[in-house]
């Protein structure tokens, strides 16, 4: 059974950075790609950032130039560093890891890390 974690939320001033981190129980080149979802309240799940196991990286242009995103292979664990947090990036980050295995489609979500921008 494959765990993922999700940690780094918490309350931060607009403008202020914040560094989410993504713990995965077995090496992250067994995975197509890292992706990073967020959830506001009422709102639907939107894709916000995505690292695949070439290294490419792709964003949501809502965070992009603000959010970048890395992984750390050694440790098996992904980040998601933003800085000009905004009070609109409010909300539950989730990361997520896919991989199709016999031609069936896999994803593992962490159980989330709430993020809040507010003065």
């Known amino acids: 059974q494959v765990q993922v974690v999700e940690s780094g939320g918490g309350l931060v001033q607009p403008g202020g950075s914040l560094r989410l981190s993504c713990a995965v129980s077995?090496?992250?080149?067994?995975?197509?790609?890292m992706d990073w979802y967020r959830q506001a309240p009422g709102k639907q799940r939107e894709l916000v950032a995505t690292i695949y196991i070439d290294g490419a990286t792709k964003y949501a242009s809502s965070v992009k130039g603000r959010f970048t995103i890395s992984r750390d292979n050694a440790k098996n664990t992904g980040y998601l560093l933003m800085n000009s947090l905004k009070p609109e990036d409010t909300a539950d980050y989730y990361c997520?890891?896919?991989?199709?295995?016999?031609?069936?489609?896999?994803?593992?979500w962490g159980q989330g890390t709430q993020v809040t921008v507010s003065s």
């Open positions: 077995e090496s992250i080149f067994s995975f197509d790609a």
């Open positions: 997520n890891l896919g991989r199709l295995m016999s031609g069936v489609r896999y994803d593992y």
